[in-house]
């Protein structure tokens, strides 16, 4: 049986499943830089000071990695799972990237000013989640952040500040990026994605054009919907800062 690292290293490989497809897709994955962009490029800007050391836990394909590197933050680094995944972000970025689990992170203590935790957290195991943001925190500095964006549901939110808290962080600030609002309005056209092994089942396979059509409409939607959504939580998907 397929391990969850060659599961990740297939999706990657051969653009299956829809995470896969957003990371590995040009097309997709400049339009999902593109909504992400109004929402998180200008606050990183805004909250990272110059000549900060920022590590990037769960890089991806490193396209972040890059985004940051063009604003000027040269001591960018990052790590990830999948070995497929951090050969994409090489490509771009050097050897700033390596590959590591975030539950056995192989780095030294107190070294860096800002973690990147963007669409990475384990959700629904809180034990999992205490893991991997103990060994996020232990890779700091005294004076540190920790930025995360990712479907954070109000308890979820409550439940990370509840534990940072005990680490000396408070949440400093909470920006909405894009809802679950199309997405059920869209759910009717996809279908999910399952991870099995050897071989996933392609929900949502290559690009297609379900993928364009949502590229169409997923924004504007969001944007007539979102004065409607942003005290609920449909509107899942967040930028959080916690400060220390």
């Known amino acids: 049986m397929a391990s969850e690292r060659d599961v990740w290293d297939m999706w ?134 920790i930025i995360l964006m990712d479907e954070f549901p109000k308890k979820d939110v409550k439940e990370l500040s509840s534990m940072l808290s005990k680490k000396g962080y408070h949440l400093k600030t909470v920006r909405n990026v894009r809802s679950e609002a199309f997405h059920r309005i869209f759910g009717a056209f996809t279908k999910p994605t399952r991870l099995r092994a050897p071989v996933p089942e392609s929900g949502y396979a290559k690009t297609s054009l379900k993928h364009y059509v949502k590229i169409l409409f997923e924004l504007p939607v969001d944007i007539l919907l979102s004065p409607f959504l942003k005290d609920t939580d449909l509107f899942l998907e967040k930028v959080l800062v916690f400060e220390r």
Not at 72 to 89: I, Q, R, T, Y
Not at 106 to 122: E, K, M, S, W, Y
């Open 12 to 145: 990657a490989k051969e653009k299956h499943g829809s995470q896969a497809v957003m990371m590995t897709s040009g097309p997709i994955s400049k339009y999902r830089d593109f909504i992400e962009r109004r929402a998180l490029v200008g606050l990183l800007s805004k909250e990272i000071e110059n000549g900060s050391k920022i590590i990037e836990a769960g890089c991806g394909n490193g396209r972040w990695m890059k985004r940051l590197i063009g604003l000027g933050f040269n001591d960018v680094f990052g790590f990830d799972f999948s070995k497929e995944l951090v050969s994409m972000a090489k490509r771009d970025n050097g050897n700033r990237c390596s590959v590591m689990d975030m539950y056995n992170i192989g780095l030294r203590n107190g070294v860096f000013d800002v973690a990147l935790l963007l669409q990475v957290i384990p959700h629904g195991d809180a034990d999992k989640l205490e893991s991997v943001m103990l060994g996020v925190d232990r890779l700091l500095k005294g004076r540190a952040k």
